[in-house]
C-alpha cells in the first residue's frame, strides 16, 4: 500500500502562484504514472497534470502552460508548480498513482484563488 501526502495548497491572489508537494511513502515503483488532478466544487475530478518516470508529461487544456509537474526520485516526492492562477483554478487538488488497474490517492489539498 502506498500513502500519497500533499501539501502546499492554500489562498492566493489572481496572478499568483503555488507549489504543490506530494510525497510518496513508500516509494513508487518505476511503471506507475503520477499526476494531479483538480476538482472544483460542484464538478468531477480532471487531470491537471501527469507525469512518467522517464519523464513525459501531459497537461490539462486549461493549464495552458501556466503549470509544470517534475519528480524527485530521491525524494519520492512529485512536485505542481502553479503560476498565474485564476478564479477558476479554485478546487482540492489530488495526488495521484496509477497503474492499469491498481490506483492511490492522497487527501487533497485546498486551493483557493480569490481577490
Known amino acids: 500500500q502506498v500513502q500519497l501526502v500533499e501539501s502546499g495548497g492554500g489562498l492566493v491572489q489572481p496572478g499568483g502562484s503555488l507549489r504543490l508537494t506530494c510525497v510518496a511513502s513508500?516509494?513508487?515503483?518505476?511503471?506507475?504514472?503520477m499526476g494531479w488532478y483538480r476538482q472544483a466544487p460542484g464538478k468531477q475530478r480532471e487531470l491537471a497534470a501527469s507525469?512518467?518516470?522517464?519523464?513525459?508529461?501531459h497537461y490539462g487544456a486549461y493549464v495552458k502552460g501556466r503549470f509544470t509537474i517534475s519528480w524527485d526520485n530521491v525524494k519520492n516526492t512529485i512536485y505542481l508548480q502553479m503560476n498565474n492562477l485564476q478564479p477558476e483554478d479554485t478546487g482540492l487538488y489530488f495526488c495521484?498513482?496509477?497503474?492499469?488497474?491498481?490506483?492511490?490517492w492522497g487527501q487533497g489539498t485546498q486551493v483557493t484563488v480569490s481577490s
Open positions: 495521484g498513482a496509477d497503474k492499469g488497474r491498481v490506483e492511490y
Open positions: 513508500p516509494s513508487i515503483s518505476s511503471d506507475f504514472r
Open positions: 507525469i512518467r518516470r522517464s519523464g513525459s508529461t
